[in-house]
């Protein structure tokens, strides 16, 4: 699949972005367990913060094929500076899609500027793949809604000023935005992750948490379709783009390391078994790549398929980014799990795209359902 002009200088612009202000930066991120306020800025500034929002929002209306393009580049430098615009879409656009004008007015442009960061919070402490079964409750009081249970494992919970929350009322799914600060939340920082660790996890712990009752932004039996699944259906496309960033940055440090490193008299790269692990990893990445190529496009075009599109380039891409990670460590030797390279950081990372939205194993089971419901 080959790309457009438009294209191909928009991928010079996120590639020299990655190179200049992410690689040089992404393990010290990893090791504070935090990320720098001003390479935030930085993506604000471009406006890639949430590209796929409306210029009046903060965007730049970015095509779904170009927004892969951020992703990949954004993944090969530092994959929590992914997760933090992928967020910051899937909260962004939520709120633009289904929240009341007051909602879309006051929270799109300020999540999409980057004035405020946004943390989608789904999961709870006992619920994690079964997400529709959330035991956080709503009810009606005089002056709102009234919020109480506990979300865990939520990306940059510890940096957000506004929570989209999902819980239930009245026996029905209903997402309500609640603005950190108000009486009855706290954040509790999650740190020591094995990967992702300058995504600024929390718990969140919601007592009683009133909410005005223009903050409810849906509510009804199709508000986890509708709400939730497209979140993470937008959420999974980054993740997989992602993933391919991270496996060609895993061949590229495997290359150079294989050129330059000697060993029994001559570069790495010319023991066999050495070029027959470049092309295994070179090849997983081509086909990742290619997957998320064809998600991008159907996205693009709002296909009627994409939405298993993206699940498969997600499962693919996720597993392949694993095993080219796992491989580029080996590749390095002690190099690889030292603190000079960015490959163990890779390897760390790529686990838990395996783990967020969606496991490997619920999309195992998705992509067959969805394969088998076909006509
Ligand atoms: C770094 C990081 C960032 C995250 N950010 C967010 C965020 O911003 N917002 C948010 O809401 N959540 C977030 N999460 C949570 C994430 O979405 C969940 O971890 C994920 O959905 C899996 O849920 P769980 O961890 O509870 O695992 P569980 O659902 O308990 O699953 C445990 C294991 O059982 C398997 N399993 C479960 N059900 C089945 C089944 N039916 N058949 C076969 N196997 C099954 C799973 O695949 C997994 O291997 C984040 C997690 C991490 C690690």
Redesign the pocket.
């Known amino acids: 699949m080959q790309l457009s002009t438009d294209q191909r200088d928009n991928q010079t612009a996120f590639a020299r972005f990655s190179d200049e202000r992410l690689l040089p930066h992404a393990n010290a991120w990893d090791r504070a367990e935090r990320l720098d306020d001003s390479v935030i800025a930085d993506l604000a500034a471009a406006r890639w913060l949430v590209p796929t929002l409306p210029a009046e929002a903060g965007g730049q209306a970015m095509a779904a094929e170009t927004y892969g393009l951020l992703s990949e580049e954004l993944g090969r430098g530092c994959g929590s500076v992914r ?1 933090l615009v992928a ?1 910051q879409g899937m909260v962004a656009h939520a709120i633009l899609k289904w929240g009341n004008a007051g909602l879309r007015d006051r929270w799109a442009p300020a999540i999409g500027t980057g004035e405020v960061i946004g ?5 709870e402490p006992e ?5 529709r079964n959330g035991t956080t409750t709503a009810r009606k009081v005089l002056d709102g809604y009234e919020i109480t249970g506990t ?1 865990k ?4 919970a510890q940096r957000a000023g506004v929570f989209l929350v999902f819980a239930r009322l009245d026996d029905d799914p209903a997402a309500f935005v609640v603005e950190r600060g108000t009486p009855g939340l706290t954040v509790d920082p999650i740190t020591g ?1 094995l ?2 660790r300058a ?1 600024e ?1 929390g718990e969140i712990r919601l007592d009683s948490v009133v909410v005005p009752e223009t903050n409810l932004v849906s509510h009804g039996r199709l508000t986890f379709d509708l709400v939730a699944t497209t979140s993470l259906d937008y959420g999974r496309y980054s993740t997989a783009y992602g993933a391919v960033g991270l496996a060609q940055g895993c061949l590229d440090a495997s290359l150079d390391y294989a050129r330059d490193r000697v060993q029994f008299s001559v570069p790495l790269a010319e023991h066999q078994l050495v070029r027959r692990t470049l092309t295994e990893m070179v090849t997983s990445v081509e086909a990742a790549r290619l997957l998320c190529r064809q998600a991008g496009s159907m996205r693009g075009s709002s296909h009627r398929d994409a939405v298993r599109q993206t699940l498969i380039a997600k499962y693919f891409a996720t597993r392949a980014a694993y095993q080219v990670a796992t491989e580029a460590v080996q590749l390095h030797g002690a190099n690889g799990v030292g603190p000079d390279y960015p490959v163990q950081r890779h390897l760390r990372d790529a686990k ?1 795209q395996e ?8 999309q195992q ?1 998705q992509i067959a359902d969805l394969t088998l419901a076909r006509s």
Do not use: C, R, Y
Request: charged fraction near 10%.
């Open positions: 997760n967020v943390s989608f919070a789904l999961t619920v994690g793949s079964d997400a979300k494992w939520i990306s940059f992750l990967g992702l995504s996890l838990i783990i967020i939205e969606g496991t490997t194993q619920i089971i």
